[in-house]
């Protein structure tokens, strides 16, 4: 057998080495516990310390004690695979124990990474269910008895509190707890991705300055829409920021872009003359060109949850002494927002990455190892991440990546290549499609995709490192049950207290965050009572349509006008702190609103000022539409608001966004507004508008004006939006022929998937 072979030439030490416990061939021999051992809970390393579990019997396997079944988490490692994890703790570096093979002649033999492999990083690959996160919280458990530091990517947000039951006591204090968006802890991690760290010469300054630069376009550029003068603007005001005695953060960006005033003020406070005059031409650069990024970090200002992160003028963590003093990150993202994940992701990795970066280049002797894990890789990856030169310069700075996915072939083709050719150590569990079983098997020679479509749950494929860099022929291991818990779930949320009371500070408060705006006394968007003014104009236009009396700017009864005015703040401003009997002070010093007292009721009207401020405005790029398109989309929003929606005509930028949106107290959704008035011969840009509104949760209504007969467009649109099937005059449907074959869950090839197929009933070639 393979393992033979390789642990009998003496390229890897077996747990022998470090256990005296007698190897025994033979079978899987289940035992039950005594009253003391079920009863009692078996200690840890860690100095009183015991494991939070009851065991029931404990299986052996070659005479190790191997699997234990328990009361209440069910299936966990035995004792002998528990040791083999603690060892760590006294002959660190050590191996890292992913699994073992067992026959009647062999008994029970582990399988190992050699530590110095972890270097060359590792791929898991897996379906659901199958063993990978019980694989990769196995590894973390080893490298904390280990003593290193690491950090682990939980997209799903499931495992990592998981993770903090089986930490031995002694790390917890090395834990970073990042988990954007909770409401469950009263700290939070704060972020400044501007801010500096103190260097000794000026070549260090010059060098974080342009390593955090880089890392803020990363997380900027996750658009289409990225261009050249966004680049530009974002390395100038960066470069500017960063060089200030001010403490700037993102928030001060999207207000100084705000507006040509507050950017010329900006500009000429900068003190490099080099980057001064670019800065001037930005505060003279058309709205339009300054309007793409401005939009970027806009999506950002208006998400409360990133919006808490990154405010803060000072970073809670520093990325430095998490790596220099072996901190333990987690990075918790349970939020459907994929902008949110891979802003965060985005924002710890590079971070990450630029201080390894630098502890490399500052130290002359080796650095202490690190190690990074990223679950599901697929839901965080991009292009921005810069995957490939971290996996290529990693080795050599003594920084482990270990990436898990459940899909390879969605990867794009570049992040695809850098995990083939920078991911040495593969661990494979079945996968259920076929091009992902071909691509894996690739490293497996003699052995095909059936082979691994066909794996049982918690069996891998990889193969072994041995010493000189050389690697075994392919084997199939069975993987440990998990590492067994140390502490009860309730015992979680105290962790992560602990954790941000040492890393952690208090969220910011809008009204705080909004105080202390470095040129908040000059930006009239940053006031809230602007925002109040400038909200109670939009909800007295709507009461006025509704109410028929838009057009004529009529008088309308103020009570109603404060109703519209809660709704929308409630949608669209949930932060903003207003008190109901403010309104009115709100009111009398409006310039946009003017007020009168008319039999008894205080109505208000707009002023000239309030009626440009509300008159709907659609934009000027291409994807804006005419004067037609803007007629449909006025009358919708009266047809609408008449019925008690409320609507916003956006203005077109050239991003992807609907016409307009619209909300109804009776509904809790949104609803996209699609003006086709050329569409309908265009059937892509209709499907688009509905993908659109599908990915982003909403209802889309699409309204046409009347053709040669009254629903002569409307029946195009919807032909366009219909199932491509035919109802023939018996009642029976049949589909259009097509020129693929139809295929679910990857095909008939694909394990569980299946193949369309039409039975033979006539000698024609048509599908049914």
Not at 164 to 178: E, G, S
Request: glycine share 6%; with cysteine.
């Amino acid at each position: 057998m393979v393992l033979d072979r390789f642990f009998g030439s003496g390229d890897e030490a077996s747990s022998d080495d470090h256990h005296d416990e007698h190897a025994a061939g033979g079978d899987e021999q289940p035992e039950e516990n005594t009253a003391a051992e079920s009863s009692a809970h078996q200690p840890s390393p860690d100095e009183d310390e015991q494991y939070d579990i009851v065991e029931q019997n404990t299986t052996r396997i070659g005479g190790k004690k191997v699997i234990t079944e328990t009361a209440d988490e069910g299936t966990v490692a035995g004792p002998f695979v528990r040791e083999m994890f603690e060892a760590g703790i006294y002959n660190a570096p050590a191996p890292l124990w992913i699994g073992y093979s067992e026959d009647p002649q062999t008994g029970f033999r582990e399988a190992p990474l050699r530590f110095e492999s972890l270097f060359r990083h590792t791929w898991i690959a897996g379906t659901t269910g199958y063993g990978k996160t019980t694989e990769l919280l196995n590894m973390m458990v080893q490298w904390a008895y280990s003593g290193y530091g690491f950090t682990y990517f939980d997209p799903k947000g499931r495992d990592s509190r998981e993770l903090l039951r089986m930490l031995p006591k002694h790390r917890l204090k090395d834990v970073v707890w990042i988990e954007p968006g909770s409401t469950t802890h009263e700290k939070t991690i704060g972020m400044n991705f501007l801010e500096v760290p103190e260097c000794e010469t000026r070549e260090e300054l010059e060098n974080e300055i342009e390593n955090r630069v880089e890392n803020l376009k990363a997380v900027f550029d996750t658009s289409d829409y990225w261009g050249i003068n966004m680049e530009a603007i974002t390395e100038s005001m960066a470069r500017a920021m960063m060089k200030s005695e001010k403490p700037f953060s993102i928030i001060d960006m999207y207000f100084t872009l705000l507006n040509a005033e507050r950017r010329e003020d900006f500009a000429l406070d900068v003190e490099d003359p080099y980057i001064r005059e670019f800065c001037l031409e930005i505060a003279n650069m058309e709205e339009e060109t300054i309007r793409p990024l401005l939009k970027r970090i806009k999506s950002w200002v208006e998400n409360s949850v990133i919006r808490r992160i990154i405010a803060h003028r000072e970073s809670t963590i520093d990325f430095r002494d998490i790596i220099d003093n072996d901190r333990i990150v987690i990075v918790r993202t349970p939020v459907e927002n994929t902008d949110i994940k891979k802003m965060v992701t985005l924002g710890v990795m590079r971070n990450l990455w630029s201080s390894i970066q630098r502890r490399s280049y500052e130290l002359d002797t080796t650095p202490d190892p690190y190690f990074v894990l990223c679950d599901e890789f697929d839901d965080i990856a991009s292009d921005n991440l810069d995957i490939e030169s971290m996996l290529a310069r990693a080795r050599s700075m003594r920084l482990s990546v270990t990436l898990a996915s459940q899909y390879p072939s969605q990867f794009d083709e570049d992040t695809l290549k850098a995990m083939q050719n920078n991911c040495d150590n593969l661990l494979t569990f079945s996968v259920n499609d076929s091009d992902d079983a071909e691509l894996l098997m690739k490293r497996f020679r003699d052995y095909t995709a059936e082979d691994l479509i066909t794996t049982d749950q918690f069996k891998v494929w990889t193969r072994i490192p041995l010493s000189g860099g050389r690697y075994s022929e392919p084997v199939l291991i069975r993987t440990f049950p998990p590492y067994p818990p140390l502490r009860g779930t309730d015992d979680v949320d105290d962790i992560i207290e602990q954790s941000l009371e040492r890393y952690g500070t208090d969220p910011l408060t809008d009204a705080e965050i909004l105080q202390n705006l470095i040129y908040s006394d000059s930006n009239e968007a940053a006031n809230p009572t602007k925002i109040l003014d400038e909200t109670m104009a939009e909800a007295l236009r709507t009461v006025q349509i509704r109410e028929g009396v838009r057009e004529a700017n009529g008088w309308v009864e103020v009570t109603a006008v404060d109703e519209e005015l809660v709704a929308r703040l409630e949608k669209t401003e949930p932060e903003i702190d207003y008190a109901y009997e403010d309104l009115p002070d709100v009111r009398d010093a409006s310039q946009l609103i003017e007020v009168d007292l008319q039999n008894d009721e205080i109505v208000a009207r707009l002023t000239d000022e309030g009626e440009e401020l509300v008159r709907p405005k659609t934009g000027t790029v291409g994807s804006a539409g005419g004067t037609s398109h803007d007629a449909v989309l006025l009358d919708t929003e009266v047809a609408l608001t008449e019925r008690g929606f409320s609507v916003e005509i956006l203005e077109q930028d050239g991003s992807e966004q609907p016409d307009a949106v619209a909300t109804h107290p009776d509904h809790d959704v949104v609803f996209n507004i699609e003006a086709e008035t050329t569409t309908p011969d265009r059937p892509a840009k209709v499907l688009q508008n509905l993908k659109r509104a599908h990915e982003e949760d909403r209802i889309p209504i699409f309204v046409v004006r009347p053709g040669e007969s009254e629903t002569q467009v409307a029946s195009r649109v919807e032909n366009i939006l219909s199932k491509p099937l035919h109802e023939r005059s018996d009642g029976t449907e049949q589909f259009y022929n097509c020129d693929e074959i139809v295929t679910f869950g990857g095909g008939a090839t694909a394990h569980g998937g299946v193949t369309a197929v039409r039975p033979q009933t006539t000698d024609a070639n048509r599908t049914v």
